[in-house]
């Protein structure tokens, strides 16, 4: 349950990805939001579907991850198809029955709310399969270094940030032990309507969050013993430079967002 969580899983590789730039990769990740929400037509929706699905031969980075990131959305993607299959009432009439109708808008927008959520998900998850947090601490922060002239707290943020996702992995290691304790102890935590299963999941979620606060004072007073006093004077042990592969990578982005756009002025609308 849950090891299916990806999110601040880093995957070890030397892929064309992996030697991205991480301030590259995260003003890749903005580009590649913007370029999903800029596809209003389903059928231009295959640029992305094909692009990711590139990215992610690319990155090398096995397709069970992705999976794996979609999994926990396994209860949102149904729902939001049915919400928005019977709450449109736009369109042409396609099935009737009982109390239950369906448009062609409704239908429409149904598996487009659908794939603009899942591309999302897998698209921005390659982001820390890919990158180290440390890496993606010092992307951020050099990303958000020109905010310091309005006195901005980028390293405060970005250390903050890393610390989160370096910790999510742990926690759900933690997670899963407490879980197998507890079934081997005879807690049931499949049966019974959601009620039931929310009151069963109490043992676990109290030792965890017992165990975050105790892992939090820990690491306060490690940082503090160690004198640490923010980004003041730090060095790094790799210096972040652009090379070539990142400005391949920007024109590839580039190029997708121009098809996009492009595509969806000339090609007529086929849905």
Known sequence: ??????????????????KLDPRTKIMLMIAYIVAVFLVQRIEIFALVIIFTVAVTLLSKVSITYLFKALKPMKFLLPLMFLMNLFLIK????LVEWWIFKIYSDGLKNAFFIVLRLATLVAGTSLLTLTTTPIALTDGLEKLLSPLK??????????????????FIPTLIEEADK????Q???????????????????LPILIPLFVNSFRRAD??????ESRCYHGGNGRTRMRVLCFTWRDLVAVLVMAALIAAIVISQKLIPAVF
């Not at 407490?178 to 304790?181: G, N, R």
């Not at 081997?184 to 069963?200: H, Q, Y």
């Not at 820990?218 to 940082?223: D, G, K, Q, S, T």
Request: avoid cysteine; proline fraction near 3%; hydrophobic fraction near 55%.
């Open 1 to 18: 349950m849950f090891k299916d969580i990806t999110l601040g899983q880093y995957v070890p590789g030397d892929s064309f990805l992996h």
């Open 90 to 93: 736009t369109g042409d009439l």
């Open 149 to 166: 002239v309005i006195k901005f707290p980028a390293h405060e943020l970005a250390m903050m940030m890393t610390i989160a996702l370096r």
């Open 178 to 181: 407490i879980m197998k304790a």
């Open 183 to 201: 079934l081997a102890r005879g807690a049931d935590f499949e049966s019974g309507n959601v009620f039931k299963r929310a009151k069963a999941m």
């Open 218 to 223: 820990e690491l306060a007073m490690a940082m």
